[in-house]
């Protein structure tokens, strides 16, 4: 006997072998008005500008009793130092408990 199956017979025919209908394809309404072209947006243009427009700064230089503006990659750097100066400092704390572990065991 063949490993094929046969087909199901009209008496054996049930909800699961009966072929799908497909769903009706949907349809896309646009809400948007006529006038789309006419609302696009213009194309960028590109200006060529010094560099001394470029670089200068926006902080003024007598801030008084404020307190200047925070600055990221200094303060990036300050907790980059507190990380590796508390390191060390466990370091040294957790060197000398095994020292004193080490001779006390002796």
């Known amino acids: 006997m063949s490993a094929r199956r046969k087909p199901p017979t009209e008496d054996q025919r049930t909800a699961v072998f009966e072929p799908r ?7 896309v309404i646009s809400m948007k008005g006529g ?3 006419k609302r696009a947006r213009p194309e ?3 200006r060529i500008r010094a560099i001394s427009e470029v670089s200068r700064h926006d902080t003024p230089t007598n801030l008084g009793r404020l307190a200047p503006p925070r ?3 200094g303060a ?4 980059v130092r ?3 100066i508390w390191g060390f400092a466990v370091l040294v ?3 000398g ?6 001779f006390l065991a002796r």
């Open 82 to 84: 507190e990380v590796v």
């Open 35 to 37: 006038d789309v072209e």
């Open 71 to 73: 600055d990221p990659i």
């Open 21 to 27: 209908r497909e769903p009706p394809a949907i349809q």
């Open 44 to 46: 960028h243009v590109v």
């Open 97 to 102: 408990v095994m020292l004193g572990v080490w």
């Open 76 to 79: 990036r750097k300050r907790q």
């Open 93 to 95: 704390v957790a060197v």
